[in-house]
């Protein structure tokens, strides 16, 4: 039971300096703001795939008003809540994006099986997204209709899998085995 | 403190700044609406029992039609009572594409069923096919005001607004729209609706449409056809209208 109890605040230790990491230099914190957006943009034109396509195949100086759409699109359709996590997990990920650079270079001077253990936190996106559109372009007409909470869980289990691997990195610059 | 703790507390008052600014903004884009409403009223609206050539064939019967008969185009326009971009569509752009397309009988729009979204957007089909059924010969644009008070219905932040009560009343307080006659028509065509539901969203689904509203512009005359998918703003459209007249 302790040792658990000691486990889980070693856990939020870390997790504490993973997100604090990309403060640790000016350029850290540029790339995590850069990677935010990029994330933010590409989870949000990823809700309708087709629409985004459509408008930005047509005019691609339109990204803006494609982003401005589907924003609109999932707070009406997710609520704050979606919406909220949508942004959350773009941040998480600029975050995460940043502690992987540090890791991939680490792993780089020293062994190749430290990149194996990042896989599966940069894989463990999890749907964050997943709108009709995202699931109409997967053939699943009415798969949307069966996600509990218009998808939010889902989406709030993308976010736990990040704040996961966060946790589990701490900060890249030092070894946690 | 020493100097770098200075400048990660720098850091960290840019980066909480930064990111509320960006939260507000997501916030502000969320919320802004992005025009007025207008409120169109079709000139013509029909019914019809024909099939039309388009793809292995549209059927047109029991499904709203807005416009001429006669037009060489058809919109087919694929929608669900849940979806909120077909709301943006049908209160932002449908009515400058009524007013100069439909009214002018260059084009006529099928409202074809695609129900995707939520639970209750097939049981909101249906009720919409049956409020046709009851209007279509006798009053049309009570179908077109009820059409108007279900996508009023809808409520920001899922589809928990969308149930059997809210759909009833919708009905009952339209004019000209008899509740009674449209509950026994759910009770004794629903299956049949719902085999035609399945028959729009099989063609919606061969021409490539993957989500609402989907529409695909046909020329009857030379066989061509444009797609769009999403709440486009009026200038796609009418550019993808013009250049399917002149295909």
């Known amino acids: 039971m302790n040792d658990r109890l000691s486990d889980v605040r070693a856990w939020s230790r870390d997790l504490r300096d993973a997100l604090a990491y990309p403060l640790t230099s000016n350029r850290r914190l540029l790339m995590a703001g850069i990677a935010t957006s990029l994330t933010y943009v590409v989870l949000v034109l990823s809700t309708f795939p087709q629409f985004s396509m459509q408008v930005l195949s047509r005019d691609v100086t339109d990204l803006g008003f494609a982003v401005a759409t589907l924003t609109r699109e999932t707070y009406l359709s997710t609520g704050w809540l979606g919406l909220g996590l949508v942004t959350a997990y773009a941040l998480l990920t600029g975050v995460a994006l940043v502690s992987t650079v540090t890791l991939v270079r680490r792993a780089r001077r020293q062994s190749a099986s430290t990149i194996v253990g990042i896989i599966p936190g940069l894989l463990a996106a999890g749907c964050a997204s997943c709108g009709a559109g995202v699931l109409g372009a997967l053939g699943f007409v009415s798969a949307m209709a069966m996600l509990p909470f218009e998808g939010n869980l889902l989406r709030l289990g993308g976010i736990v899998l990040l704040a996961y691997f966060l946790g589990q990195t701490g900060d890249p610059r030092t070894c946690t085995i | ?247």
């Open chain 2, 1 to 247: 403190m020493d100097e770098e703790d200075k400048s990660v507390t720098r850091r960290a008052l840019l980066a909480g700044s930064v990111t509320l600014a960006f939260g507000g903004g997501v916030a502000y884009l969320a919320t802004d609406s992005g025009g007025s409403e207008d409120d169109y009223r079709p000139a013509s609206f029909y019914t019809s029992d024909k099939t039309t050539d388009f793809g292995n064939g549209v059927d047109l019967t029991g499904r709203p039609i807005v416009g001429e008969r006669d037009a060489p185009l058809d919109i087919y326009y694929w929608t669900d009572y849940l979806c909120p971009f077909c709301k943006e569509f049908e209160t932002k752009t449908l009515p400058e594409v009524g007013r100069n397309y439909l009214d002018t009988g260059d084009a006529r729009l099928v409202m074809l069923g695609y129900p995707n979204i939520g639970e209750y957007s097939e049981p909101a089909a249906v009720w919409g096919r049956c409020v046709w059924a009851q209007v279509a010969e006798s009053d049309p644009m009570a179908f077109w005001n009820w059409n108007g008070a279900a996508f009023d219905a809808q409520v920001a932040g899922g589809n928990d607004w969308a149930d059997e009560e809210t759909f009833r009343e919708i009905t009952e307080q339209t004019s000209g729209v008899n509740l009674n006659s449209v509950e026994e028509c759910r009770a004794s065509r629903g299956e049949a609706i719902r085999r035609n539901l399945d028959a729009d969203v099989d063609v919606a689904l061969s021409a490539g449409i993957q989500g609402t509203p989907g529409f695909v512009i046909y020329n009857r005359e030379s066989g061509a056809a444009g797609k769009l998918v999403g709440a486009h703003p009026y200038e796609n459209f009418a550019d993808a209208l013009d250049q399917v007249r002149e295909a």
